[in-house]
């Protein structure tokens, strides 16, 4: 076998070959390094003398089906120049890893196209083998993202276990990557994020979250003076949730069976946008049904639909009279979810009308957050958090169908 065979098909520069051998359908390689790699690792002096030869087995890209490793005589030596004796360093496999540098890259093309499981099961290594490559290659990618040019963020929560646990997300709007993961949720989890803000001497101009007031509270300690804008998706869904428990208290309160029959079913045809009913499914009919039999359902749904339109308006004066006419009906309602939305949303109204200054949302991070409970799903969840994590930072590029 020729030494440019080495180099071209195993990434083997400066290698010599020595002999090869098939042992239980593995391909075994033995190859010495060149005269010209052999230094002092601490000095890089070339001044040595040989103190003997140990042999390093690592595996490599396969041929065709059959697994390959490399035999490498890696020879110990002794420095003229600082003294030093250990053996020499190789530049194609990490330290205290039993496969090439080439095989880790092949692996991580694999992974791009196959469950972790799948490749494991193809090369014939552990699970474990696949899973430390592709962590250790997302930590040097994504450890420790860029905040250089950040600008506007959106923060967001996900729930990864049952039992209340959860993880912090905050993501740049800009490029649609998740630049930290913290742990649980709440003002604490954000904390690390705030010292490295803070390092990294960004200029935020935003930040885009729900109502919740630990998030509210935390941008406006450490970020005074930049805009908070409550995203609208948020504001919305809400909403939505008051409509439902105004049906489902009508439903429980309903002593007649003619009534009921007309609320079962609704709740969809509630929540849909009225362009969207199904003429043939007669879903005009039914929602019409419903809200003439049952006035405070009326008046929950009309809000609902009023309240989409806060975000409709020509300019943020007049979206601030919109808004404070929604206010004033909600509270008037005299029905209760819908006079607890109106105090809600007086209590936002700046965070709502920051919109129009700066017209970002967490929309993004919705979809990012769709991809890790897929993530999560099928890959059974995660016991090592730190891989999970990195997962997340590098999501933006992960095809995440294929997890295992």
């Given at each position: 076998m020729s030494t440019s065979f080495l180099y071209h098909a195993f990434s083997?520069?400066?290698?010599?070959?020595?002999?090869?051998?098939?042992?239980?359908?593995?391909?075994?390689?033995?190859?010495?390094?060149?005269?010209?790699?052999?230094?002092?690792?601490?000095?890089?002096?070339?001044?040595?003398?040989?103190?003997?030869?140990?042999?390093?087995?690592?595996?490599?890209?396969?041929?065709?089906?059959?697994?390959?490793?490399?035999?490498v005589e890696v020879p110990r030596i002794g420095c003229a120049s600082c003294g030093l004796v250990r053996r020499i360093e190789l530049r194609i496999a990490e330290p205290r890893r039993r496969h090439t540098k080439a095989f880790a890259r092949f692996v991580l093309a694999l992974t791009k196209a196959m469950t972790m499981l799948d490749v494991a099961r193809l090369l014939g290594v552990g699970w474990d083998v696949v899973k430390d490559i592709l962590k250790r290659h997302l930590h040097r990618r994504f450890g420790k993202p860029s905040l250089a040019g950040l600008e506007y963020i959106a923060i967001d929560e996900i729930s990864v276990r049952k039992g209340h646990k959860y993880l912090t997300l905050v993501m740049d709007l800009r490029s649609g990557k998740v630049i930290f993961v913290g742990d649980g949720r709440g003002a604490d989890s954000l904390k690390p994020f705030w010292e490295r803000l803070k390092r990294s001497r960004a200029r935020l101009r935003a930040v885009a979250t729900d109502m919740s007031a630990a998030y509210i509270g935390s941008v406006l300690e450490h970020l005074p003076g930049v805009a908070v804008v409550l995203d609208h998706f948020h504001v919305v869904k809400l909403m939505n949730d008051k409509l439902t428990e105004v049906r489902r208290k009508l439903h429980r309160e309903l002593q007649d069976t003619m009534g009921k029959n007309v609320l079962k079913g609704s709740r969809w045809i509630l929540l849909k946008n009225p362009e969207t009913l199904n003429p043939q499914r007669q879903e005009h009919e039914r929602l019409q049904k419903a809200l003439e039999a049952n006035e405070p359902l009326a008046k929950a749904y009309y809000l609902k639909e009023e309240l989409r339109q806060i975000w409709k308006q020509p300019n943020k004066d007049a979206a601030a009279v919109y808004l404070e006419q929604w206010i004033r009906s909600a509270l008037a309602s005299d029905v209760g979810p819908l006079v607890k939305m109106g105090k809600t949303m007086a209590l936002y109204r700046t965070g709502i009308l920051a919109?129009?200054?700066?017209?970002?949302?967490?929309?993004?991070?919705?979809?990012?957050?769709?991809?890790?409970?897929?993530?999560?799903?099928?890959?059974?969840?995660?016991?090592?958090?730190?891989?999970?994590?990195?997962?997340?930072?590098?999501?933006?590029?992960?095809?995440?169908?294929?997890?295992?």
């Open positions: 083997l520069p400066g290698y010599d070959y020595v002999r090869q051998e098939f042992v239980g359908g593995n391909v075994l390689l033995h190859v010495r390094p060149k005269g010209k790699l052999v230094r002092c690792p601490c000095c890089r002096s070339r001044d040595v003398l040989h103190r003997g030869v140990s042999k390093r087995w690592l595996r490599t890209v396969p041929v065709g089906f059959k697994p390959v490793w490399l035999v919109w129009y200054d700066h017209p970002i949302s967490s929309g993004p991070m919705e979809g990012t957050n769709n991809k890790i409970k897929t993530l999560k799903r099928q890959a059974y969840g995660y016991r090592d958090q730190e891989f999970f994590k990195l997962r997340i930072l590098g999501i933006h590029e992960a095809k995440y169908a294929l997890t295992g």
